[in-house]
T-cell receptor, first 114, second 116 residues
């Protein structure tokens, strides 16, 4: 049973470009979470999605960031017009249900903005 | 609201020595508590979790943690450190019960170094 799959593992973007990070949850999991780990900081919750729905986006920056989890295909975290401060590791996690379940993390996507 | 404080950003032990990583939490409702380990450039792996029931929780790789409500603590221990334990460890909390889902609040992390 494959784990949470994230790609790309490493992404380099120039300032002003767009970054798209993809996450395929574990088989049987329909709940996806995105976290960000900035240098020298712990992980911070960004957004919680179910298929075709955003449940909690309280941790998402107000501008340039968006997330989706379509009926078919992976979840996408999209960062428009990237700036150097967006350089971080972005982790996706999934769970089979929303409540009372452990979440399982992917290997992460490391974004570097130059 | 929840918060987590990990005391000591760096802990260094000798191989074979006791490992103690400290975690204190704050939660307005009974919490669920977790310890995760992260190796360099990798994702987070769940070590153990406390939800309800027995307050001493055993996890993988010989780690265990004890939930102490009166002290609002969830310290992680291992009797004998191994070189392969060198990594960064994160304590996390989420509201327990029916309101719990995967929105975790993490501590800042503790980097464990193991000396031969």
């Amino acid at each position: 049973n494959a784990g949470v799959m994230q790609n790309p593992r490493h992404l380099v973007r120039r300032r002003g470009q767009e970054a798209r990070l993809r996450c395929s949850p574990m088989k049987g999991h329909s709940h996806v979470y995105w976290y960000r780990q900035l240098p020298e900081e712990g992980l911070k919750f960004m957004v919680y999605l179910q298929k075709e729905n955003i449940i909690d986006e309280s941790g998402m920056p107000k501008e340039r960031f968006s997330a989706e989890f379509p009926k078919e295909g992976p979840s996408i975290l999209r960062i428009q017009q990237v700036v150097r401060g967006d350089s971080a590791a972005y982790f996706c996690a999934s769970s089979p249900r929303g409540t009372g379940n452990t979440i399982y993390f992917g290997e992460g996507s490391w974004l570097t903005v130059v | 609201a929840q918060s987590v404080t990990q005391l000591g950003s760096h802990v260094s032990v000798s191989e074979g020595a006791l490992v103690l990583l400290r975690c204190n939490y704050s939660s307005s409702v009974p919490p669920y508590l977790f310890w995760y380990v992260q190796y360099p450039n990798q994702g987070l792996q769940l070590l153990l979790k406390y939800t309800t029931g027995a307050t001493l929780v055993k996890g993988i790789n010989g780690f265990e943690a004890e939930f102490k409500k009166s002290e609002t603590s969830f310290h992680l221990t291992k009797p004998s450190a191994h070189m392969s334990d060198a990594a960064e460890y994160f304590c996390a909390v989420t509201p327990g019960g029916g309101t719990s889902y995967g929105k975790l609040t993490f501590g800042q992390g503790t980097i464990l170094t193991v000396h031969p």
